[in-house]
């Protein structure tokens, strides 16, 4: 006699190749997610990039114009012996005249302070200020009381919360 094969069931054909089929979904879905998460990495890298080349490009200017201020303040401190306010009065007569300095000379709380910006960005500026010192007693002409960046422009909120179309 002759004894009859099994036939394998429908059921477990199935069901590895619904297995197979489910693992290649997966992988393809992981494969998607890791290539979207990759690709928000790499376009943040690279905004990152940019600002800091636009911020290292402004700092770079900002120190030219600190070097044209410090020259400035030599000149007018090696221009021939004077009293404090004589030098303050030079100081502010230099400022108003040269044009290669693009900043402001003013007093805050009885100290002369030099202030001017520098565009980052079409978002943010660095702004920097100095005090100046008396020479007699410091060995600088300056001190740096700020150096950051800001924001340029005003900033503005939406508190609008846009759930329902109103009709």
């Keep these: 006699m002759k004894k009859e094969k099994k036939q394998a069931s429908f059921t477990a054909i199935g069901s590895s190749s619904l297995l197979v089929v489910f ?8 494969a998607i997610l890791s290539l979207s998460s990759a690709k928000s990495d790499y376009s943040f890298s690279e905004r990152m990039a940019e600002h800091k080349s636009n911020y290292y490009e402004a700092s770079s200017h900002a120190e030219d114009i600190l070097a044209d201020i410090d020259r400035l303040l030599e000149q007018t ?26 900043c402001s000379f003013s007093t805050q709380s009885g100290e002369p302070v030099i202030s001017y910006q520098v565009q980052v960005d079409d978002r943010q500026s660095l702004f920097v200020e100095l005090k100046v010192t008396d020479p007699s007693e410091s060995p600088n002409y300056y ?25």
């Design 77 to 102: 401190y090696k221009s021939g012996p004077m009293d404090r306010q004589a030098y303050l009065d030079a100081l502010s007569l230099a400022f108003i005249t040269s044009s290669s300095t693009p």
């Design 23 to 30: 693992l290649v979904l997966c992988l393809t879905t992981f």
């Design 143 to 167: 001190e740096i009381l700020t150096w950051k960046t800001s924001p340029s422009g005003q900033w503005e909120s939406d508190d609008t919360l846009n759930l329902m179309p109103m009709t």
